[in-house]
């Protein structure tokens, strides 16, 4: 079983490498999070001896059972899943990215809960791209304010955007989905005198993170692509 992950695992890398050639950018621009959501310890575990650093989980019980089981401290969580502000407390002593911010809320009780730990915690702005309903994240018009609001926090680094596009395989569909959060993260860097600075821009998945790297992402989500098909 961990001989088949590491084997996809290998060739997720290979598979980035050759879209950062093609694009013309280089692969240590990029920070592969593998999404280990529903799969067993063990299957973490492998790929933190193959040297995977970045985990992400997308629900907050999980997350903390999975921050609990792999001790390892050079580990980093990343929290992907739609954030629920009362769900911040569990994480706030061990994650270092919480990539799913929406509002001023949720970066307000990060703040407070980081503040009680003596910690800084990383945040995303989800930034909603496709027009399905279900998915998360901020309209673009209130990035500006969600921004602002950021910037002055003590224990919360917003050091960038996150969205996700349309579920689908089409590239037709989900490249003008990638290139307006790319706008957007353009359109806001440096707001404020500079003060704001958005390194990061959080987009693909295994559908499609090829498209994304093409467009610009500096981190990408993979799971199924590593770990193999979910079944729930
Ligand atoms: C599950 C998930 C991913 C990874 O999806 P795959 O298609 O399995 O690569 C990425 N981002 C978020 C927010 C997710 O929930």
Not at 47 to 76: P, Y
Not at 113 to 139: F, P, W, Y
Not at 189 to 210: K, P, R, W, Y
Request: proline fraction near 2%; hydrophobic fraction near 35%; charge should be neutral.
């Amino acid at each position: 079983m961990s001989s088949e992950i590491k084997e996809r695992y290998k060739n997720t890398l290979t598979r980035i490498d050759a879209a950062c050639k093609n694009a013309g950018r280089d692969p240590s621009e990029i920070t592969l999070v593998a999404v280990s959501k529903t799969k067993p310890d063990e299957d973490v575990l492998a790929l933190v001896k193959e040297g995977q650093l970045h985990f992400g989980e997308n629900r907050a019980k999980a997350l903390e059972t999975r921050m609990q089981n792999i001790e390892d401290e050079s580990v980093q969580w990343h929290f992907i899943g739609n954030l629920q502000t009362n769900k911040i407390k569990y994480m706030a002593h061990r994650v270092n990215w919480i990539q799913s911010v929406h509002k001023k809320k949720a970066l307000k009780e990060i703040e407070k809960r980081a503040s009680r730990e003596g910690r800084t915690i990383n945040a995303l702005i989800q930034v909603n791209i496709s027009d399905e309903d279900q998915k998360s994240g901020c309209d673009p018009k209130d990035l500006e304010k969600i921004l602002k609001y950021g910037q002055d926090l003590k224990h919360t680094r917003v050091r960038g955007l996150m969205g996700m596009a349309t579920f689908t395989d089409d590239h037709d569909i989900v490249r003008p989905e990638f290139k307006l959060l790319k706008q957007l993260s353009d359109e806001h860097q440096h707001l404020n005198d500079g003060a704001v600075n958005l390194e990061h821009i959080s987009m693909g998945m295994t559908n499609d993170f090829e498209v994304a790297i093409e467009e610009g992402s500096t981190m990408v989500r993979i799971g199924t692509a590593i770990f193999g098909e979910r079944n729930y």
